[in-house]
């Protein structure tokens, strides 16, 4: 089945601790995007990716960091610069053209302690 | 810049009722509008899109939505709802030239017996 997937599901740290969440993707797309979603603000995107080796930072990139080594997978770093990283984050994919959907992952909660 | 505005955070409905779930952007360029779902504690998932041509679009689980330039809107209908209608929705708007979508903050839908 062709899909995204993050992992994991749930995920609780330290406050101080940098933490790696996983997205990856086998629908060839070339564009990946990562999105933070906080009650009642929507989805905020955090860096997104249309090549490999290529990324850009979009509205909230600070404390975050990002890599694009393969085209199937767009790990996002949650640094501990990041002042409030609980959330839920949603990683998506794309062929890159303006008109296509976006598909998205089941998301990963994030909880700092 | 692109923006979009979902008019209500919670719409309430009974079972087989219509709704509609208010959406408008803001883009100085020709665009392109999505709405998606998202069921509890998962990722989106695309109901239907608007490109160019026919100004209604059908979609998924027999939702649709209109597109009217001059009202710069892009409401989201169904005329009849069920109880597994219950999730969030979100507009998202991308403009030509833009690289990437821009959401509003979503509109949860409740629907009761």
């Known amino acids: 089945d062709g899909g995204i997937t993050q992992s994991p599901k749930y995920l609780f740290r330290k406050e101080g601790q940098n933490v790696t969440l996983s997205c990856e993707q086998n629908?060839?797309?070339?564009?990946m995007y990562w999105y933070r979603q906080d009650p009642g603000q929507g989805l905020r995107l955090i860096y997104y990716s249309q090549i490999v080796n290529d990324f850009q930072k979009g509205d909230i990139a600070e404390g975050y960091s990002v890599s694009r080594e393969k085209k199937e997978s767009f790990p996002l770093t949650v640094t501990s610069a990041q002042k409030n990283p609980t959330a839920f984050y949603l990683c998506?994919?794309?062929?890159?053209?303006?008109?296509?959907?976006?598909?998205f992952g089941p998301g990963t909660r994030l909880t700092v302690l | 810049a692109q923006s979009v505005t979902q008019l209500d955070s919670q719409v309430p409905v009974f079972e087989e009722a219509p709704v509609e779930l208010r959406c408008n952007y803001s883009s100085s360029v020709s665009v392109y509008l999505f709405w998606y779902v998202q069921y509890p504690n998962q990722g989106l998932q695309l109901l239907l899109k608007y490109l160019s041509g026919s100004t209604l679009v059908k979609g998924i689980n027999g939702f649709e939505a209109e597109f009217n330039k001059s009202q710069t809107s892009f409401h989201l209908r169904k005329p009849s709802v069920h109880i597994s209608d219950t999730a969030e929705y979100f507009c998202a708007v991308r403009g030509s030239g833009y690289s990437t979508l821009t959401f509003g903050k979503g509109t949860m839908l409740l629907v009761s017996p």
């Open positions: 998506a994919s794309a062929r890159g053209d303006p008109g296509d959907t976006q598909y």
């Open positions: 629908l060839n797309h070339d564009a």
